[in-house]
């Protein structure tokens, strides 16, 4: 969890083919507890990819990601979105898309005190629940 003093950075890694209720209602709930927190920590909710070039969610709506993986800091909170199902696969298959959510949660969760995923990603997963990591300190 963010230092005292310090930014709790919450990431979406989004595809092609995301969900969009996936994306955009934790989205909105993060940005809820970002105004709730004010007084405590910072908090930054970002919508993440692999570049800044749009990208067409399932439901055919455009959403630009905000930073690419290579500029993405380390993550105190990491939501993995459900999407597509062949898209979805063919994202479990990417090795970028995948080797960053490696490396988020290999820092993620030995601390998380809880965890969570949606449900559609976290039951074809190949590495247990590991992909999405809450730590609360």
């Not at 970002?34 to 055919?60: F, H, N, Q, W, Y």
């Not at 820092?107 to 629940?129: D, G």
Request: with cysteine.
């Amino acid at each position: 969890m963010a230092k005292e003093g310090g930014t709790f950075n919450i990431g979406i890694p989004v595809y092609e083919g995301v969900d969009l209720l996936d994306v955009a209602a934790p989205y909105e709930m993060f940005n809820w507890m970002k105004s709730e927190l004010k007084k405590e920590m910072a908090v930054t909710v970002r919508i993440i990819a692999e570049t800044k070039k749009s990208i067409l969610t399932r439901d055919g709506l455009r959403l630009s990601p905000q930073v690419i993986f290579k500029r993405t800091p380390q993550l105190d909170l990491l939501w993995v979105p459900g999407g597509n199902p062949d898209d979805l696969e063919r994202m479990m298959r990417d090795s970028v898309y995948m080797g960053f959510l490696r490396k988020q949660s290999e820092q993620v969760v030995p601390a998380a005190k809880a965890q969570s995923s949606e449900c559609v990603f976290s039951s074809q997963s190949p590495f247990s629940y590991v992909e999405v990591a809450v730590t609360l300190g």
